[in-house]
């Protein structure tokens, strides 16, 4: 059963903007907070944003005040609102549930995001 689909990434030139949505099953959805991850070639995946049940945001320093996310209740879905895009920004980006700070379910197909310069 697949529980996570992550969709809306693409080719984008730097300064640009893209809108990722993740979702999940009702009962991933519900009763645990969801983040957004990336991974760039050669390198670790990595946490960018995460949404708790009662909407409390964090961000990485890296994406702070440029990334939003947000959570539908009612669509069971999660979004990653990416402004300002960098190079930099290129990777794979992942949606996972977590719960005590770990990622519970098998990563998805994710999807990629590739920023021009």
Same mark, same amino acid.
Request: proline share 3%; net charge positive.
């Given at each position: 059963?697949?529980?996570?689909?992550?969709?809306?990434?693409?080719?984008?030139?730097?300064?640009?903007?893209?809108?990722?949505?993740?979702?999940?099953?009702?009962?991933?959805?519900?009763? @645990?907070?969801?983040?957004?991850?990336?991974?760039?070639?050669?390198?670790?995946?990595?946490?960018?944003?995460?949404?708790?049940?009662?909407?409390?945001?964090?961000?990485?320093?890296?994406?702070?005040?440029?990334?939003?996310i947000s959570r539908d209740n009612a669509k069971n879905t999660v979004y990653l609102q990416m402004n300002?895009?960098?190079?930099?920004?290129?990777?794979?980006?992942?949606? @996972?549930?977590?719960?005590?700070?770990?990622?519970?379910?098998?990563?998805?197909?994710?999807?990629?995001?590739?920023?021009?310069s």
């Open positions: 059963q697949v529980q996570l689909v992550e969709s809306g990434g693409g080719l984008v030139q730097a300064g640009g903007s893209l809108r990722l949505s993740c979702a999940a099953s009702r009962s991933l959805f519900v009763f @645990n907070d969801m983040g957004w991850y990336r991974q760039a070639p050669g390198m670790q995946r990595e946490l960018v944003a995460r949404i708790t049940t009662g909407g409390t945001t964090n961000y990485a320093d890296s994406v702070k005040g440029r990334f939003t300002s895009l960098k190079p930099e920004d290129t990777a794979v980006y992942y949606c @996972n549930a977590i719960r005590g700070g770990i990622p519970i379910r098998s990563w998805g197909q994710g999807t990629q995001v590739t920023v021009s």
